[in-house]
């Protein structure tokens, strides 16, 4: 498992944002200052259901937060992480979420270009009021969406650095005008679903690749998948992972038994022991050392032929 220390804080408010998205704020019941986090952190949160989900705390952030703030847009075709929040999650009830991690920071530039599509402004949200209350210009936003009803935060984007555009009333948004001169003054952030993810990897293959910053709502799979074999070390079974099964679903139609929550990289629950083969690492949840020797098997897949892997803590048995 993670080893990342765990807080139990309250949701001192609840509000609906639109007609999907729900704002929540979380603060110690203490009054207490919450370890200090920066723009484009997430904490991991285990809702009443027991699904463990990341979300992007909106606000800038500092050295002692008074709260977290995190919004979250109602899946109902979802796995019941965003259901759950909706509806079990009222002011008053406590949560465990974890401490803040941050795998899309912002790191310094002349200028900026954020885009963002649908939730994914949430971690934008942050970056773009740090640098504007700190007077900065050179601050661009391209908030995409798909109508002003479901546009949270939408006030407070109408300034000249703004584009807000609903792809209801006016089709999507064409990107390649604001992409196609790089720039090595300027990062470009964007959070999204993975089709906006794809469109700006398509129009910036002659940025440099250190000004181009890329996180999608969730962690999960990501590029093209290619198939492989897992071979679990206790018995030396072979279980073949086709390209479109997650090295989690594989062992389990194989009969072996992993623990899994989220399946979205983020939690820690299947972590596996790699004793063998190289790893295409997808998660958010392993650090650069803990990817020597383990995998995620809801969402990374090998990059050599074979993957031998066996369990870790938490386990995974025939
Ligand atoms: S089940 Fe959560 S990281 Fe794999």
């Not at 899309?104 to 949430?122: E, Q, V």
């Not at 990289?265 to 020597?292: F, K, N, P, W, Y």
């Amino acid at each position: 498992m993670s080893s990342s220390p765990e807080l139990r804080l309250r949701v001192s408010e609840a509000s609906d944002l639109t007609p999907t998205v729900r704002r929540f704020v979380l603060r110690d019941a203490k009054g207490s200052a919450l370890p200090a986090y920066e723009p484009g952190a997430h904490i991991v949160v285990t809702t009443p259901a027991g699904h463990k989900r990341s979300y992007s705390l909106v606000e800038p952030g500092g050295a002692q937060p008074q709260e977290y703030v995190v919004c979250v847009r109602r899946d109902n075709d979802g796995r019941g992480g965003s259901v759950s929040m909706h509806d079990d999650v009222v002011v008053g009830v406590d949560l465990l979420v974890s401490v803040p991690v941050n795998r899309f920071p912002l790191k310094p530039s002349p200028r900026y270009l954020f885009i963002a599509g649908g939730i994914g402004i949430t971690p934008v949200r942050a970056m773009v009021r740090r640098l504007r209350v700190a007077g900065r210009t050179g601050v661009q936003l391209l908030y995409l969406t798909q109508s002003a009803e479901e546009t949270p935060f939408l006030q407070e984007f109408d300034g000249p650095e703004d584009t807000v555009h609903h792809s209801d009333d006016r089709g999507l948004l064409d990107l390649w005008p604001y992409l196609a001169v790089p720039d090595d003054d300027v990062r470009v952030y964007c959070c999204g679903p993975a089709p906006l993810m794809r469109a700006v990897q398509r129009l910036t293959p002659h940025w440099r690749m250190s000004r181009i910053h890329m996180e999608e709502f969730t962690a999960g799979p990501a590029g093209m998948s290619l198939p492989f074999t897992a071979v679990w070390a206790a018995t030396g079974r072979r279980v073949k992972v086709p390209a479109h099964l997650s090295l989690l679903a594989a062992l389990r139609r194989d009969g072996i038994r992993v623990e899994s929550s989220c399946e979205a990289g983020i939690c820690g629950t299947c972590r596996l022991a790699v004793l063998g083969g190289e790893v295409e690492h997808r998660d958010s949840v392993l650090t650069e050392g803990e990817r020597l020797s383990s995998v995620m098997a809801c969402v990374s897949r090998a990059r050599s032929a074979e993957l031998v892997v066996g369990p870790h803590g938490n386990g995974g048995s025939v």
